[in-house]
């Protein structure tokens, strides 16, 4: 018979001296308890720690088997599935079996239809792109998923045309710059994205500083509605290659002309700026410079420029050119009765300005704040425009705000169909 044994440990009440007579007595005749006879033998410590460990994990896994499988993250919802009718036309339809309740059906994904069959799923079944995951527990004949929630894709866009447009362009310093076709048609019209509004208010939004930062400028083109407008630096490495990104996700694109600021030691505007103590003919090269360095924009936007926008002399000029090349303008951020606008009126180029900077403090909050103070411009006067820098939190607060403005009663339309408004209530 095996025998069993125990410990049995007896509580002394206090004041009194433990007398465990199975334990050996110390150098002085005091006697050590078991215990310290476990921490004086070697390893002690690490015995303790292995211990430690194989507690935490036993409670891990009983948590797994309790709570569920944390790699899942996310949430999950595992369903039974029964084949459907095929023909040739329809890809093979499944719908949820005895384990659902909300009488769902969807089309089995192809990279998965060969993974089901009247003995079931295969071991190495692949998962869909589309977050659908086979697994091989399922009895034989069904296949079973896992269904995870993911946030909404963005849905298709139609490209614009790939630019330069012929007969819309002719040979610049650096390339090509953009001129008014022999039919009248400019580079305004044919490098705007097309816009059929209705009698909603319309709210235009404009995001810049584009080009220099990767993943921003990624962000700005893949994850923004197409309606929005995107502006490009002059400076930034590969701008063609970016413009032509933009506008194959169906965003028209603006191109930034850096103008000489208030304080030019503190914004670096770098060195084909438009300046003030500059000549017309000077200012005239720098601006085909710049303009040449990329195709496919509909018009320019500044940068900076609150001290080049107060001169009439030195934006005179620059409005006759920009009006000879078929271009329009929107300014942000230099005021609306500025040399530069009333310039511009003269030579009779389109311009428009911003209403609303929207991440003058780069908070999701103020942001917001911003979205809707553009809601409250637009049910007043029929259209606003907002500008924001290429931040992400910028983005995804446009992005966010995007999805629901035509459930408020108003329309995100391009820049170019706003100023196109405004220009035609003036005439």
């Known amino acids: ?110 990279d998965l239809q060969d993974a089901f069959s009247e003995e079931g799923p295969h071991p190495n079944a692949p998962a869909s792109a589309d977050g659908v995951v086979a697994s091989a527990d399922a009895p034989p ?41 022999r039919d009248g048609r400019t580079p ?75 304080d030019p030691e503190a914004d670096d505007t770098g060195p084909q700026t438009l300046a003030t103590t500059l000549s017309a003919q000077q200012n005239t090269q720098r601006l085909e410079n710049l303009l040449s360095r990329a195709a496919g924009y509909f018009g320019v936007t ?22 000879r090349r078929g271009l329009v303008m929107l300014t942000s951020g230099i005021g609306q009765r500025s040399a530069l606008a009333i310039e511009a009126g003269r030579a009779g180029l389109p311009i428009s300005a911003a209403d609303r900077i929207l991440d003058t403090r780069r908070e999701a909050d103020a942001i917001d704040e911003q979205l809707l103070n553009l809601e409250a411009l637009a049910l007043q006067h029929g259209n606003a425009i907002g500008a924001g820098f290429a931040y992400p939190v910028t983005m995804e607060q446009i992005a966010t705000w995007a999805r629901a403005i035509g459930g408020r009663g108003y329309v995100l339309a391009p820049v170019s169909a706003v100023i196109d408004q405004r220009n035609q209530r003036r005439r």
């Open 1 to 110: 018979m095996a025998l069993k044994k125990s410990l049995r440990v007896r509580i002394k009440p206090p004041g009194k001296a433990p007398t465990d007579r199975s334990a050996p007595e110390s150098a002085d005749g005091a006697r050590t308890s078991f215990l310290s006879r476990f921490m004086a033998t070697p390893f002690a410590h690490a015995k303790l720690a292995a211990g430690a460990f194989v507690l935490l994990a036993g409670a891990a896994a009983l948590a797994v088997q309790v709570m569920g499988d944390p790699s899942a993250a996310g949430p999950r919802r595992i369903v039974e599935l029964t084949p459907g009718p095929t023909n040739a036309e329809a890809a093979p339809v499944v719908s949820f079996g005895a384990l659902s309740e909300d009488g769902y059906s969807f089309e089995l994904p192809p």
């Open 141 to 181: 004949g069904q296949l079973r998923i896992a269904v995870v929630d993911s946030a909404p894709t963005r849905p298709a866009t139609q490209p614009l045309p790939r630019a330069p447009i012929a007969g819309l362009f002719e040979r610049g310093p650096l390339g090509m710059l953009p001129i008014i076709g």
């Open 188 to 262: 305004a019209r044919a490098y705007a994205r097309p816009f059929t509004g209705d009698n909603r208010p319309r709210v235009a939004i404009i995001v810049g500083g584009l080009g220099f930062n990767q993943r921003n400028t990624t962000q700005a083109i893949e994850e923004l509605p197409p309606e929005v407008t995107l502006s490009f630096v002059p400076y930034a490495n590969n701008l063609q290659s970016w413009i032509d990104r933009a506008r194959a996700r169906g965003h028209e694109v603006m191109l930034e002309l850096p103008m000489e600021p208030f």
């Open 302 to 323: 500044n940068y900076q420029g609150g001290r080049f926008a107060t001169s009439a002399s030195a934006t005179a000029p620059v409005a006759q050119q920009l009006r």
